[in-house]
Every structure is written in structure tokens, then in C-alpha cells.
């Protein structure tokens, strides 16, 4: 990720999203375009995760979240799997110095125990480590969807009313919330998807619910920090109302 001059462009520090979450797409169009096997396309997207996190860490940007391994990806071609295994692995043992430096907390939102046992435990190892670090939130989401999400949190509240330690008439949205992989967390402001698809793709559904989206047809492994600062303007541009009217008008929808 180039670090071009960003001096275009000036960001409000107080408006900045609290929350921003990336579905991270393009890697394999993007080995393809150079004739590379895909995998170079992950190996380089890699590269990109850690300009990214520094990006949002400079920013005090509190809370990143990237899609890096969908419950879908499993059925990937094996050796696919694989390979991102070993890059997510290598990236959480060769960040953890970094992340400790900058006072970052590395947390999994996905099924982490479907994991390879050598990836589990360094992701393990990572998070006790930086447990305490309370300037930036990374989450990676891994074996991660919403569906999963959303259905593993309805089984542990219908358990919580089975076994009387809740009351069905107690179920409220932040019930829910709290029992999803993002409990505690705010939701995120801004959900950038790179690669030019107009979906979410299982992405923080119940999260996502008053996100902004921005979409751009950079392939990830070609996205730049300065895009990053650029698509960060966008959004202090916009009006967020979350179902209201804005303040300075009452006829706008
Ligand atoms: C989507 O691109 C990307 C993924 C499924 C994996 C994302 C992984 C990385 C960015 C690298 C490893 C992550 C970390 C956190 C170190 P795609 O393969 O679907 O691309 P395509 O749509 O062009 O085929």
C-alpha cells in the first residue's frame, strides 16, 4: 500500500467512524490480471491488511474489523484453504510486536474453534497478549458469518429461557446485540467492500443495519491509504439520519 501525500485532503478528527469494517474482495482478479496464481493475490492483500491497520491506528480510528475468511470460503479449493490459513497464521505471529507497540487488541469475530489447532493457537497466544491493549480494536473475522452469527446467538437465548435464566418478555434488540461476536462493540459506521460487487456477502447483517457503505472497484490488493483518507472524507460528507429527517430540513425523506 503506498503511503502517497494525503495533503488534499484534510479529515474532522471528531467525525471520524468509530467502526470500520472491510470486506476485503479481489485478490484472486487481481493475481489473475498479472497472470499469477491466486494465492500471490492473498500473499499481496497480506501486505495491504497491515498498511491498514497502521492507517486506522494513526487516525484513531477505535475499532477495525476485516473480513479475512468467510464460513463459505471452506469450500474453497483445498489448497486455497490452506494457503489462507498459513498467511492469516504467519500475519498473526509476525504482528504481534506491532500490535503490542501500538497498543492494539486482536480479537476473532467466526468460529475460531474450526481453525487449524496450529493457527487457534497462535490466534490464542496474540490475544492474551494484547489483551489488555486499548487503543485500536482488530477484529478478524474468520470462519465468520452472519447467519452462523445470528443463529448460534437465537440457540443461546432460547437455552438462557429453557434453563429459566431469562424471560422470553426480556428480549430486546440489545439482548441480541449481546449475544453476538460483536457484543460490547459499537457497529460500524462506515463497511468499505473493495472489488466492485454490490452485496454484502453475510457481512455483520444485524450490524450493518444503519452502516454507511462504500463501494470502489479497486481490487484489494491495489487499495491505498490514500483511497482509504479519500473514502474516509466521503463518509464525513454524508448525512446520516437513521431513519429520522435532518436536522436543518423536515421534507427530505
Ligand atoms: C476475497 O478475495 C478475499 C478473501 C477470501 C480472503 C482475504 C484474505 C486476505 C486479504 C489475506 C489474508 C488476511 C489476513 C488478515 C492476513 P477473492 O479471493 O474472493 O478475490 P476474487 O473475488 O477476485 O476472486
New binding site residues.
Given amino acids: 500500500m503506498k503511503s502517497n501525500s494525503t495533503q488534499d485532503v484534510t479529515l474532522n478528527p471528531e467525525t471520524l467512524p468509530a467502526h470500520v469494517a472491510i470486506i ?7 493475481a489473475k490480471k498479472k497472470m499469477m496464481n ?1 494465492i500471490k ?2 500473499e499481496q ?2 501486505q495491504i ?1 497491515r498498511s491498514v491497520v497502521t492507517a486506522c491506528r494513526e487516525l484513531e480510528i477505535g475499532t477495525l474489523t ?1 473480513y ?2 468467510s464460513t463459505e ?1 471452506w469450500a474453497r479449493p483445498k489448497h486455497e484453504v490452506k494457503a ?1 490459513m498459513m ?2 497464521k504467519k ?1 498473526i505471529v509476525s504482528e504481534r510486536e506491532n500490535l503490542l507497540k501500538n497498543n492494539i487488541r486482536l480479537n476473532i469475530i467466526g468460529q475460531k474453534h474450526k481453525l487449524p489447532l496450529d493457527v487457534q493457537k497462535e490466534v490464542d497466544a496474540t490475544m492474551e497478549l494484547t489483551k489488555d491493549n486499548n487503543k485500536m480494536l482488530l477484529n ?1 473475522a474468520l470462519s465468520y458469518g452472519s447467519r452462523e452469527e445470528i443463529t448460534t446467538a437465537v440457540k443461546q437465548i432460547v437455552e438462557k429461557i429453557e434453563s429459566k435464566n431469562l424471560d422470553s418478555r426480556d428480549i430486546t434488540q440489545d439482548l441480541i446485540s449481546d449475544h453476538l461476536y460483536t457484543k460490547a462493540m459499537p457497529d460500524p459506521d462506515l463497511i468499505i467492500r473493495t ?1 466492485g460487487e454490490y452485496r454484502l456477502s453475510n457481512f455483520l447483517l444485524w450490524q450493518a443495519a444503519y452502516s454507511e457503505i462504500y463501494i470502489c472497484d479497486t ?2 490488493p491495489d487499495f491505498t491509504k490514500d483511497e482509504f483518507i479519500k473514502i474516509l472524507k466521503n463518509y464525513q460528507e454524508r448525512d446520516r439520519r437513521f431513519g429520522k429527517v435532518a436536522c436543518s430540513t423536515s421534507n427530505d425523506g
Avoid: E, K, T, Y
Fill in positions: 476485503m474482495d479481489g485478490n484472486g482478479r487481481w491466486r493475490g492473498h492483500g497480506s491488511v476485516l479475512a475468511f470460503n489462507l498467511l492469516l500475519f478478524l472489488g481490487l484489494w
